[in-house]
């Protein structure tokens, strides 16, 4: 009786479990996989690493010294030959039969024959004075805080020179007389300054006025 019984519980207990698969096969499988996030980048799409041009820096010399700028010609027929050598602004353009002045005094600076130097105010005297086959030089350095130009007569270093003058000049060379003439020997771009302005030597600021 009891071995009967429990063939009975048995059998149930199997279709029970019967059943159960059954329904599970029949009932839609949940999905248990995460739903794939997909980020929205803003920033633009990069095929390629991105490169940074740099331009080589330019050398600039330290500094430009116009060597024997002025060398006077002698004239048969003129005993006096006037000549002045000096710097004037970038933007200063000059037509025939103009002086150097003609564009303002506050643009150029005007070292003449009787040694004297010429901007804004009084003209100061105590550089040499050049006559025939004298040589004169113009030492501009660029390079220095502030900016310099510096004279110099047959190779020696004039006392009074000029500080602050433009990072960009023009140089020029005026004659008085017709039949005058002079000659550019050489440009030379220098390494270190060779003017020292040592004892007795003056700065006169460009831009300023002069005053003895």
């Known amino acids: 009786m009891y071995l009967r019984m429990q063939e009975e519980k048995e059998k149930q207990q199997n279709e029970i479990a019967l059943i159960k698969q059954q329904l ?3 009932q839609p ?27 080589p820096p330019v050398t600039q010399a330290t500094v430009t010294q116009v060597r024997k700028v002025l060398s006077p010609v002698e004239s048969e027929v003129l005993q006096d030959i006037e000549v002045n050598v000096g710097i004037e602004d970038e933007s200063v353009r000059y037509g025939r039969n103009e002086w150097p002045s003609d564009r303002g005094w506050d643009k150029i600076v005007d070292y003449d024959c009787s040694g004297d130097i010429k901007h ?12 025939n086959g004298s040589r004169i030089e113009m030492e501009m350095n660029m390079e220095s805080n502030p ?3 510096t004279f110099f007569f047959d190779d020696k270093e004039q006392p ?3 500080i602050n003058i433009p990072k960009a000049v ?4 005026f004659i008085y007389y017709q039949g005058a003439s002079f000659k550019i020997n050489k440009f030379e771009f220098l390494s270190t300054p060779t003017a020292r302005h040592g004892e007795g030597s003056r700065a006169w600021e460009y831009g300023k006025e002069w005053k003895k």
Do not use: H, W, Y
Not at 120 to 131: K, P
Not at 170 to 173: A, E, K, L, Y
């Open 160 to 162: 009074n020179f000029v």
């Open 120 to 131: 804004i105010g009084d003209q100061i005297g105590g550089n040499s004075e050049f006559d």
């Open 147 to 149: 900016r310099s130009l």
């Open 29 to 55: 499988k949940p999905n248990t996989s995460q739903p794939k996030q997909q980020s929205i980048s803003t920033q633009p799409k990069v095929t390629s690493e991105p490169k940074i041009m740099i331009e």
């Open 24 to 26: 599970a096969k029949q």
């Open 170 to 173: 023009r140089i020029f060379c």
